[in-house]
């Protein structure tokens, strides 16, 4: 008797199809036999499923059993492939078809309950894709994988509750889709730049970042507020769109980090990793098949790295391919993965060592050959990418006693949904995404604004680098102010977001 | 300290000095201008200034081939076609920083000297700058402060230098600035104050005749401000930075706007970046016409 249901596994964020045959022999001796490359994980799952059988009231075959996992060259793990071999045993048992174009997916505890699986959104949208209509889930899970369209959703409570569906005794009733909820209203956010004083430059430098899309780094001494202004930019962000927020579900999802009865979140992420972080933590990593790391939790939100110079540089280093392409790709025994990681990095880091240089009150105790090398640190491929340098100094008090009377975050957020938008019209991505060929299409300068960037450029030996950077800002700068052109003055504010006398 | 003494009263130390390059440098008054290895660019401006000026006079400029002040002494030295030493911490051949050994090459090449009391080799050490100070007061005939926090080297110089009883000098900078504190404490004290070239020409005893040729221009202070109209320029200071914010507080500005006009500034060359903010730039006198 051969009974056989399809199932899945995850490789990062790719869902690949597994199918689960189970033979029941007519005689030799009692014995589970699972083959088809699994990890231990899933070797686990004999014990779980004999158990779960058992104590569902379902009879448990008494002669020789095989399950295969197929394909056999797919490494198998974790225990959602639980609930689709009990399934396909049950099967055999009745001698029943499985019904067309459905999925199983679910861990089993010994007594028959069907648990959480991590994860469970990008399968049931993977299965979605792979032409499946029907995904039996744990009940758990079912609102986040109502989130997909176009698929029906059975939660299952426990093993005899499906067979009991599958033989069509106590059909269960599909679970309805989970409605995105509304937006978030504004003002919502934990951090508003009403109420952060002074620092006009700083929150300027956000507006402008978050506008075009653009990596920023704060430079001051320790308490000046660097910390306090990075927690603002989500807030001046728009908040996610759908897909986006699929997008940041599925990793959540992936880490069975996704809050149960609010699976879609559509504020932007904000990560704020410790600077000893490792490699792993913050790129991606573990053993077997790598997890996500900060970078990908922070896709299509803000990733900020306090204390830029005390990372470990392979760490920063690595930053590189993902500030370029938007995605990680992370190699480990089990094979290779790829998440997303398109965030905007804000950087702060102190001044000098000590942290005091440039401040009015406190002096600075750093030797210039020790505020070199620190920031020699800083500079190279990591700091290329940043477009955005500021300066942030130190209150005098008088101003930190009186109400600060910034613009709030919500009237910030419009101009920079309506600068987006003019990008997107224009050339359907943000500024800080464009390469040269596209800046020089899109982003024309009008000859008063080209002769300040090359009189610029002339006098301070920018490179080309440094020299397309200040091109992009100025587009987003010009984007701010609803303009065409680049205008004179938008080149020259954009030449302004650096640090020192430097080309940058 | 004890030691030989030449006509010109200055002490030459005991250990033989090492030198590279022309050594000992044409006769003439030799004045030592020392200051921070961070000034402001105000600091910056005045050692350039008067090394330049000095340097016109006839005068041979000593300093410490540090970052800061005593880079600023040489170049203003050498700009002005004149000869300058570096007393130097180290070995003669070892140049610390090394940032500056196109410096030190240069000041070779115009028929100074990079002098040392320590033998070929010797690397930086902490203790061996106080007494490389105390040689340089030796042999100078007066000491320059130009701009030292509290507990700056260059105030061991200037101690060195009334050990020795030679004349110290020290340039006024602003009251708001912790590098003002150890110049004004040593006008305090009775050091001559600066306010240009010729207050140190007067304190060599120099010759009106000297003093009068190379130095037509400095009726005023020797410094020009920037001409440009904006009028951001006259709430910058020469000494402070500020930031773009502060500026945009004071003037009730956009930031926008005070981003654009700063830089437009910049690019002129009126103001300069400093320590994260703006200062005014300072530019010689004899570059006004």
């Known amino acids: ?504 | 300290m004890a030691g030989t003494t030449n006509g010109g009263g200055v002490t030459e130390p005991d250990p033989p000095l090492r030198s590279r390059g022309r050594w000992p440098p044409p006769g003439g008054p030799r004045v030592a201008i020392v200051g921070s290895r961070r000034p402001s660019p105000y600091g910056e401006a005045v050692a350039e200034q008067l090394a330049m000026e000095l340097a016109l006079a006839g005068v041979v400029v000593f300093s410490g081939l540090a970052l800061g002040i005593d880079s600023a002494a040489h170049r203003g030295a050498l700009n002005a076609g004149g000869v300058t030493v570096a007393v130097m911490g180290t070995g003669v051949d070892i140049v610390y920083p090394a940032a500056n050994s196109r410096l030190a090459d240069d000041i070779i090449a115009a028929g100074g000297a990079l002098i040392s009391q320590f033998p070929d080799g010797t690397m930086p050490r902490r203790h061996h700058f106080p007494a490389r100070n105390y040689t340089m007061a030796a042999l100078s005939d007066v000491v320059v402060v130009v701009e030292a926090s509290e507990g700056s080297g260059a105030l061991i110089t200037a101690e060195a230098a009334l050990d020795l009883h030679k004349e110290v000098m020290a340039v006024p900078g602003s009251i708001f600035s912790p590098l003002s504190v150890g110049t004004h404490a040593l006008i305090r004290d009775g050091a001559g104050l600066i306010q240009n070239a010729r207050d140190v020409l007067a304190a060599l005893d120099i010759t009106r005749e000297v003093l009068d040729d190379p130095l037509r221009a400095p009726d005023g202070l020797g410094f020009a401000l920037p001409r440009e109209r904006d009028g951001i320029l006259s709430h910058l200071s020469d000494v402070l930075a500020l930031s773009a914010a502060e500026v945009a507080r004071k003037l009730q500005l956009p930031i926008p706007e005070v981003l654009s006009r700063l830089t437009a500034l910049e690019l002129n060359g009126a103001v300069r970046r400093h320590e994260g903010g703006y200062v005014r730039a300072l530019r010689r006198g004899k570059q006004r016409a």
């Open chain 1, 1 to 504: 008797m051969l009974g056989s249901v399809d199932s899945c596994l995850l490789v990062g964020l790719e869902t690949r199809r597994v199918e689960v045959q189970a033979h029941i022999g007519r005689g030799g001796d009692a014995g589970f036999f699972l083959v088809g490359l699994a990890a231990t994980s899933v070797k686990e799952a004999r014990e779980r499923v004999r158990s779960a059988i058992k104590n569902s009231g379902l009879e448990y075959p008494r002669t020789r059993l095989a399950v295969n996992l197929a394909p056999a060259e797919l490494r198998k793990e974790g225990s959602g492939l639980d609930l689709p071999i009990a399934v396909a045993i049950a099967l055999a048992r009745y001698g029943k078809l499985p019904p067309a174009r459905s999925a199983f997916i679910g861990e089993l505890s010994l007594d028959g309950g069907v648990r959480h699986v991590d994860g469970v959104l990008v399968a049931v949208r993977g299965l979605r894709d792979l032409g499946y209509e029907r995904v039996f889930v744990p009940a758990e899970d079912a609102a986040e994988a109502a989130l997909v369209d176009g698929v029906e959703v059975i939660p299952c409570i426990s093993l005899i509750r499906v067979v009991a569906h599958l033989i069509g005794e106590v059909p269960i009733a599909a679970a309805s889709p989970t409605r995105p909820q509304t937006l978030l209203e504004p003002g919502s956010f934990e951090h508003d730049l009403a109420e952060v004083h002074g620092q006009e430059e700083g929150k300027r430098a956000l507006e402008v970042a978050a506008a075009g899309g653009h990596h920023l780094l704060f430079s001051g001494p320790p308490g000046s507020g660097k910390t306090m202004l990075a927690r603002c930019l989500p807030g001046i962000l728009p908040p996610l769109e759908l897909d986006e927020a699929l997008e940041v579900a599925q990793v959540r999802s992936v880490l069975g980090e996704l809050e149960r009865e609010r699976p879609l979140d559509w504020t932007r992420p904000f990560r704020a990793p410790h600077h000893g972080v490792s490699m792993a933590g913050l790129i991606g990593g573990g053993s077997g098949l790598a997890q996500p790391g900060e970078i990908s939790r922070a896709h299509h939100g803000v990733l900020f790295l306090d204390e830029l110079a005390e990372f470990q540089t392979p760490v920063l280093q690595a930053l590189r391919q993902p500030l370029e392409t938007g995605r990680v790709r992370i190699t480990r025994s089990a094979g290779s993965v790829v998440y997303p990681a398109r965030f905007t990095l804000v950087a702060a880091t102190n001044p000098c060592p000590c942290g005091w240089a440039g401040d009015g009150v406190r002096t600075c105790r750093c030797t210039p050959a020790a505020v070199n090398t620190y920031q020699r640190r800083l500079s190279g491929p990591l700091l290329d990418r940043i477009d955005l340098q500021v300066a942030v100094r130190r209150l005098k008090l008088e101003t930190l006693a009186g109400e600060p009377h910034g613009e709030a975050s919500a009237s910030v957020r419009e101009r920079v949904v309506a600068a987006r938008g003019r990008q997107m019209d224009r050339q359907g991505g943000l500024n800080a995404q464009l390469r040269p060929a596209r800046l020089r299409q899109v982003a024309g300068l009008a000859p008063a604004s080209r002769h300040t960037l090359e009189r610029w450029a002339e006098q301070r030996g920018l490179t080309a680098r440094g020299f397309h950077r200040a091109w992009r800002v100025a587009r987003t700068v010009a984007d701010l102010e609803g303009s065409d052109q680049i205008q004179d003055h938008h080149v020259l504010e954009a030449l302004g977001f650096r640090l020192s006398e430097a080309a940058a």
